[in-house]
């Protein structure tokens, strides 16, 4: 509660929702979950049957991370007239300031 009244934002990186309990117990603590998933990795089905059960959790999502991203991919399942159609296009743009990103974190 006190540094609720000291800062505007406080953001808390709790385990996944699956296999533990911490974010359902930090639920009522929490104004807001950002979900972050892994593409290729977590399973729709269990996204979908963990936010079904778990309401108070599902009705304070306030946005989705999809993590570890596929470029060359995405493309593929972007919606029609979606901007990812131009990826082949400026690809090479992307993948030069993600290299250049992991050398500097290395």
């Known amino acids: 509660d006190n540094a609720k009244e000291t800062f505007q934002y406080i953001i808390v990186d709790l385990p996944p929702l699956g296999p533990v309990v911490d974010a359902k117990a930090f639920a009522p603590l929490a104004d ?13 089905a269990m996204v979908q049957s963990i936010l079904s059960s778990e ?18 991919k995405l493309a593929k399942y972007g919606s029609i007239g979606g901007s990812e159609k131009f990826f082949d296009r400026y690809s090479s743009y992307y993948l030069e300031k993600s290299e250049a990103r992991t050398k500097a974190n290395t």
């Not at 807001?32 to 998933?37: A, D, E, M, P």
């Not at 999502?61 to 570890?68: A, M, R």
């Open 32 to 44: 807001g979950f950002v979900l972050v998933t892994e593409w290729g990795r977590t399973p729709r």
């Open 55 to 72: 309401s108070y959790i599902a009705n304070k999502i306030v946005g989705v991370v999809l993590n570890k991203v596929d470029l060359k």
